[in-house]
């Protein structure tokens, strides 16, 4: 079967991940700027999540355009991937609102973490499913970005519980790492 259903539904869900999130940013009844200073820590980690959602749709995006079609486990996988990413609003919301405390950012860390981690999962399915010789195939050879972010997030993890502000530092380090949408299978795409 063709990418196009899991591609719509993916984009809905991530759609629906961004919308909760900003609906948890509660409005402050006193309309002076310094009214937000005790949600600063929300807002902050509404824009680190907003920023890794897109990440990961952009990034979705550009490998479902480089697959040609799925199976089952690839659907599984892909809801498996869903499933993580739904729990960046609860995350989310706990960090800011315990002003990153350490559990909070170690939790969010390991958000991070398994959503990375069932991402390479798809990939790796697709990669199975599609062939080493398919677009996907030859895009993705070496997955070392992936790996380092992997590493990041356990290293944040381990931080958190002494110094969760650096924590949250790594954790922006890696959404930039990311911001960048994958150049491995666009320039894949490009060539064909």
Request: a positive charge; zero cysteines; hydrophobic letters at 50%.
């Amino acid at each position: 079967m063709t990418t196009n259903r899991l591609e719509a539904f993916s984009d809905g869900v991530m759609a629906i991940i961004i919308t909760i999130m900003v609906l948890g940013l509660s409005v402050p009844s006193d309309g002076h700027f310094t009214a937000l200073k005790p949600i600063v820590p929300k807002i902050l980690s509404y824009i680190l999540s907003f920023i890794y959602v897109g990440i990961y749709w952009n990034n979705h995006h550009h490998l479902f355009q480089a697959i040609e079609k799925v199976n089952g486990k690839i659907l599984w996988a892909n809801l498996g991937l869903l499933f993580m990413l739904t729990l960046v609003p609860f995350s989310t919301a706990w960090m800011g609102e315990n002003h990153f405390a350490q559990d909070t950012v170690a939790l969010y860390g390991i958000n991070l973490m398994l959503s990375a981690a069932v991402y390479a999962i798809v990939v790796k399915i697709a990669l199975k499913n599609e062939g080493v010789n398919s677009t996907i195939g030859k895009a993705i050879k070496q997955p070392k970005k992936e790996y380092l972010s992997i590493f990041l997030y356990i290293a944040g993890i381990a931080i958190s519980y002494f110094l969760p502000l650096v924590s949250v530092i790594i954790y922006y380090l890696v959404a930039l790492l990311w911001l960048i949408p994958d150049t491995r299978i666009e320039k894949e795409l490009s060539s064909k």
